[in-house]
């Protein structure tokens, strides 16, 4: 079953991670945030708290002052930075200068010396494992800092010391490249995404990797052969006559995820909402009716919501403030174990999440961390008929704007007749249903008015043309 979805487009590809030469074109003391050209259509921001490296040693109370803004950029100065968040909507990017770079293991911090360990590795005597093989290998002259991404759980110091050099010989040559790079310019481009994926979701449970495109399949088989040897046989060319996508039900996944209301398997369904500040997900029973009593019924219902909303956030790459309108409950019992149920199902997802109480309401209120558009964002444009409203007017409606542009129109303008250009659906109303406002209106005005049947105007187009 489809989990999923990674996209990127060849004309447009993502910015995350990439380096960037950028020059300060605004400084905002009231926001404690700068806005930085760094080539893009629109200037990234920055804010203050994204120019100190939080330590995990200096959290909390013992984490020092943020710094004013003014104090650290002027106009026109130049900077290097790093795109954590890519352009969302009308806001441009996200940019940081504590620079991260990743490698299959490790992240390297170049302007930091502290080791940190992922919090997804639980176990204590691995963290501190890893934590030793780190600052056995290290090479202290250099007072770099790492984070122990959770792949590294259980590898070997090989392993580990291989990382570091590989990201070694990046960060030397991101320094050359910074050095002399122009303004705006790119300093560093991360992997593609192919690689990426390759990267951070090769794993022992993974037991093939299945690509139909040559140059992808060629790119990944280097790569492995480079940094992931022992899955090198796991990779594998799709030649079949039948699309990939089709074979595996991926094209019906995607279809289902870009649809307003999700089924479930009990008979009941959800409701997805996605507007500007945030997502809305309702659930309902349906048709279920499995259980003898009404709260049971509730309570499985929102049980198996629980494990298909969390799927379904992965899915479509929903993130910010995220409400979910949980059946009413009345049992408490019912009601944390729904939750914990939720919550077990979100541990699945790489993408921080913060989930709330369930409210007295039935509202969970949570956050998804946003670093890319939604699925629906990347692969849809708004409505040309409603314009994304998820509406159009009624034909009654128009034919009522109509009647008053009529009106407007005839006082404006000195005509002897007018005509009507409007959706056949509408003249035939308005002539039908209609025809006596229409005889009242032609007295009222003094002018004749006809009516013309335009089949290629949208169900809320018009025109009044005065002859």
């Not at 302007?111 to 501190?128: H, K």
């Not at 994304?388 to 009529?406: N, Q």
Request: charged share 30%; with cysteine.
């Amino acid at each position: 079953m489809l989990q999923e979805v990674w996209l990127e487009r060849a004309s447009h590809t993502g910015y995350i991670g990439n380096l960037y030469k950028g020059v300060v074109s605004r400084v905002l003391p009231g926001l404690q945030a700068a806005f930085i050209d760094i080539g893009l259509d629109r200037t990234a921001f920055l804010h203050a708290r994204d120019m100190v490296r939080h330590d995990p040693v200096t959290t909390g109370e013992d984490a020092p002052p943020e710094p004013s803004i003014s104090d650290l950029l002027r106009p026109g100065d130049q900077i290097d930075v790093q795109v954590i968040k890519d352009p969302l909507g009308s806001k441009g990017a996200r940019l940081t200068t504590n620079i991260s770079i990743p490698s299959r293991f490790l992240v390297l911090l170049p302007d930091s010396e502290v080791v940190g360990i992922s919090t997804r590795i639980e176990d204590e005597a691995e963290r501190a494992r890893l934590k030793e093989l780190v600052h056995t290998l290290r090479d202290d002259s250099q007072r770099q800092g790492y984070i122990v991404r959770t792949n590294a759980e259980g590898v070997n110091d090989f392993a580990l010391s291989a990382d570091m050099v590989y990201l070694s010989k990046v960060w030397q040559a991101i320094s050359e490249r910074a050095a002399t790079a122009e303004p705006h310019s790119c300093i560093f481009e991360d992997l593609s995404l192919s690689t990426r994926a390759l990267r951070d979701l090769m794993h022992e449970d993974v037991e093939r990797l299945r690509i139909d495109s040559p140059a992808v399949l060629h790119d990944a088989r280097e790569f492995a052969r480079r940094f992931l040897p022992d899955w090198l046989e796991r990779i594998e060319e799709y030649s079949g006559d039948r699309p990939i996508f089709d074979l595996f039900g991926v094209e019906d996944e995607i279809e289902n995820a870009l649809r307003k209301s999700v089924p479930l398997k009990s008979g009941g369904y959800l409701v997805f909402d996605q507007t500007e500040a945030m997502t809305t997900i309702d659930v309902n029973t349906g048709g279920y009716v499995g259980h003898r009593t009404l709260e049971e019924t509730i309570y499985k219902t929102n049980l198996e919501a629980a494990q298909s909303i969390a799927r379904q956030l992965r899915l479509r790459n929903l993130g910010g403030i995220i409400i979910i309108d949980f059946i009413d409950m009345t049992d408490a019992e019912h009601r944390r174990q729904v939750l914990q149920s939720f919550q077990r199902a979100l541990e699945r997802d790489h993408v921080k999440s913060t989930v709330s109480e369930i409210s007295s309401l039935g509202l969970v209120e949570m956050t998804r961390k946003r670093t890319t558009e939604s699925l629906e964002r990347r692969l849809c444009v708004p409505c040309p008929l409603c314009e994304g409203r998820g509406a159009i007017k009624s034909t009654e409606t128009v034919c009522l704007e109509i009647f008053r542009e009529i009106m407007r129109s005839s006082r404006q303008f000195d005509a002897s007749k007018l005509m009507v250009l409007a959706p056949s659906q509408v003249v035939e109303r308005i002539l039908d249903e209609q025809s006596g406002t229409v005889a009242e209106l032609e007295e009222l005005i003094g002018k004749t008015i006809s009516f013309q049947r335009e089949d290629q105007y949208s169900p809320e187009q018009y025109d009044v043309v005065l002859l």
